[in-house]
């Protein structure tokens, strides 16, 4: 058996790379903190000098980006350190690493879709962290990929799809910031395209290295976000509320987010063929998980 070793395996991304349909003759073996904690990095590199692996995906991450800007060492050591470990021991092992890396490097001051060769200029301390992580990647010798994303949802995990959904069966009326612009991602599909990267990498020596960008397609803001879960929600006897679209001012945060956080497809099309669907189908398959099928 290909083993791929897997971490994060109880976050959003990690559970949906353990229902990927892989193909035969790959196991996936997913880890979370309780196998091995990512901020101690002689433990990482024991984990993948333990057996062989065909490939690591490296999907953990200290992901709560408010809390991150009081618990910097800690997001470093999670987002950046082991991710170094990783592409160390990776490289001394000659496997390939696919790391999950992230819109927040990215400023958010563009008009149109992030290129993965645009400059970066992370706003606060996950952005820089996760940045750490790419640079640590690249520089380590290991055969990599790197797959930013952005706004990640799934029918599992805390995510902005469930809190709607909860936050809608209590409230007629949600305020929802409208001036931040993207495009989900789910998780199941992210999960897709990262298993698709991996099997090229594993099967073929020369298959396409370096960054890549992964969400769904089609621009919204967090407010039209809101109001298509709504939709969709109701079209399914579920939870259903008006959204008022209101400024990010109205909504502080601990952290800056970018204003406008919309990837382009363009290099992972090329690469890798992957063309992603639109975001308003792939949030359908999450209600249909969460709520039951649309009955309109
Ligand atoms: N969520 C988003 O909107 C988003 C956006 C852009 C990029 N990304 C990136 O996409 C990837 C997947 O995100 P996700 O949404 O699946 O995140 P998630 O649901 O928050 O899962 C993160 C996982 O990392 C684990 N983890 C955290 N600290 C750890 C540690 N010290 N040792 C071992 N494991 C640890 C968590 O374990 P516990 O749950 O046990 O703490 C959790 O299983 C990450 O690289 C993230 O940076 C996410």
């Excluded at 997913?30 to 333990?50: G, P, Q």
């Excluded at 400023?107 to 290129?115: I, L």
């Excluded at 991996?198 to 396409?208: K, W």
């Excluded at 909504?251 to 308003?280: C, D, E, F, V």
Aim: charged residues 20%.
């Amino acid at each position: 058996m290909k083993a791929i070793l897997v971490t994060g395996g109880n976050g959003q991304l990690g559970t949906e790379l353990q229902r990927c349909a892989w193909p035969a003759g790959y196991e996936v073996v997913a880890i979370d903190v309780a196998d091995l904690d990512l901020t101690d990095t002689a433990a990482i590199a024991a984990k993948v000098a333990e057996r062989e692996w065909a490939a690591v995906i490296n999907g953990a991450a200290y992901t709560a980006v408010d809390k991150a800007e009081s618990d910097l060492v800690t997001a470093w050591a999670v987002n950046a350190m082991a991710p170094a470990a990783f592409g160390k021991a990776c490289a001394e092992a000659g496997i390939p690493l696919v790391q999950v890396s992230t819109d927040y490097v990215f400023a958010g001051d563009k008009q149109g879709a992030w290129e993965v060769d645009d400059p970066v200029a992370p706003l606060g301390v996950y952005g820089a962290s996760k940045l750490g992580g790419e640079l640590a990647v690249r520089t380590s010798g290991a055969r990599h990929v790197i797959v930013r994303t952005a706004w990640v949802v799934s029918a599992h995990g805390n995510n902005f799809v469930k809190t709607m959904l909860r936050v809608g069966a209590e409230r007629d009326t949600l305020t929802v910031v409208e001036d931040q612009h993207g495009t989900p991602t789910s998780a199941a599909d992210l999960a897709d395209a990262l298993m698709q990267i991996t099997v090229r990498l594993v099967e073929d020596a020369d298959a396409p290295t370096g960054t890549f960008h992964f969400s769904n397609a089609g621009p919204t803001t967090w407010a039209g976000f809101a109001r298509e879960i709504f939709v969709q929600s109701a079209a399914r006897g579920g939870a259903q509320a008006e959204v008022q679209g209101i400024p990010t001012s109205d909504y502080p945060t601990p952290a800056t987010r970018p204003a406008n956080s919309l990837l382009s497809h363009a290099a992972i099309g090329k690469a890798y063929g992957i063309q992603p669907r639109a975001w308003q189908d792939a949030l359908g398959d999450i209600l249909d998980e969460l709520i039951g099928a649309n009955k309109a």
